[in-house]
């Protein structure tokens, strides 16, 4: 399971403040991947009758700038997340080669921006879709339209104050059994100051994730944009200790039996052992009524199923009541 450290509009426009938080993060945290929001053409993303318009425009940075927050975080091997929110920076994005380009689910079907991330898209990069507050339609369309072979589809959305049942897990299980053959992440905006917070990611989490996502923040508890869902890079370096405890509960999913529950299903010892509840003499036919299942001290070499195929064999060679059934001591009818 990977780890996002997201940094969104955080920054209100301080270029010195989202260096410092995007050297800290990448310095000083175990993230895997640092994301950044980049938006170049701000008439395109929003139109100037929009409420938020006067606050946010000014808070743009220019591409240079970008390019060194880019450079800020390859240097010091995290992979890179790139949310782009308009066709000019799709293709200043994408000129970098990112491991990982978003798509806003509030842009999810906006086909210009989704065709020139086709025009540019390399095959090497994955396309997270955020689909928090998306319907199933929004989501089939988006995935049909774009035809990469590499999608993510990222849960979440902002609901502050907090709203657990909003969460929705088990709506999120839903979605994902009907589009079963995507990865999945998990972007949690819990309140930071929630004492569920690390417990709500992390059931999140063990929903079947493969990313999550946290807000961090340098400044943890100040009153700045995305502030209510960002926790410190100490709380977010704890989440890392506790998911790695998860991915290990995970494991890898194999249906064959690990050493652990080889150990614990030595038949005998732990698992019951056919015994012979009577005398056997050589030739007998082996029936059920010979034997019974019991914990021994002995292991047998034979499960109960062995045993079950096996009524029917011959036995070989006299055995005695309370012996231990073996494979060596049964042989097939002429």
């Known amino acids: 399971m990977k780890l996002i450290a997201e940094t969104a509009w955080h920054h209100e426009g301080d270029y010195e403040f989202m260096k410092n938080l995007v050297t800290e993060i990448s310095t000083k945290t175990e ?29 743009l940075f220019n591409k240079s700038q970008w390019s060194e927050l880019i450079e800020i975080v390859r240097n010091n091997n995290k992979q890179v997340m790139l949310l782009l929110n308009d066709t000019e920076a799709i293709k200043f ?15 999810l079907n906006d086909v210009f921006m989704l065709d020139e991330l ?19 339609d929004e989501i089939d369309h988006a995935i049909n339209y774009l035809k990469h072979s590499d999608i993510l589809l990222m849960f ?36 930071w100051n929630s004492p569920h917070n690390e417990l709500v990611t992390l059931l999140g989490a063990a929903s079947g994730m493969s990313y999550i996502e946290k807000h961090v923040t340098t400044h943890y508890g100040e009153n700045r944009v995305d502030w209510p869902a960002a926790i410190s890079i100490d709380m977010f370096n704890n989440l890392h200790e506790k998911v790695k405890i998860l991915d290990g509960l995970n494991s890898s999913g194999a249906l064959s039996m ?14 019951k052992a056919a015994v012979l ?14 034997i019974n299942f019991i914990r021994t001290k002995e292991v047998s070499n034979m499960s109960q199923i062995d045993v079950i195929q096996s009524i029917g064999k011959i ?20």
């Open 118 to 136: 086709k025009k540019e898209l390399p095959s090497s990069t994955k396309v997270v879709l955020g689909i928090g507050g998306t319907s199933i």
């Open 315 to 334: 036995i070989n060679r006299d055995l005695n009541f309370g012996t231990t059934l073996m494979n060596e001591f049964l042989m097939d009818k002429e």
């Open 156 to 191: 979440g959305f902002q609901n502050y104050p907090t709203v657990y049942e909003d969460v929705n897990l088990n709506k999120i299980r839903r979605i994902m059994k009907l589009f079963d053959n995507f990865e999945y992440g998990y972007a949690d905006h819990t309140a």
């Open 93 to 107: 994005g994408l000129s970098f080669s990112p491991e990982y380009v978003e798509i806003h689910s509030t842009c």
């Open 277 to 290: 509840r009577k005398d056997a003499v050589k030739g007998s036919i082996l029936s059920l009524e010979m």
């Open 31 to 59: 993230a895997d991947i640092v994301k950044l929001h980049i938006t170049l053409n701000f008439d395109e993303y929003m139109h100037s009758s929009h409420d938020a318009y006067a606050l946010l425009k000014p808070w």
């Open 258 to 271: 690990n050493k652990g529950e080889l150990s614990y299903s030595v038949f005998g010892p732990m698992k």
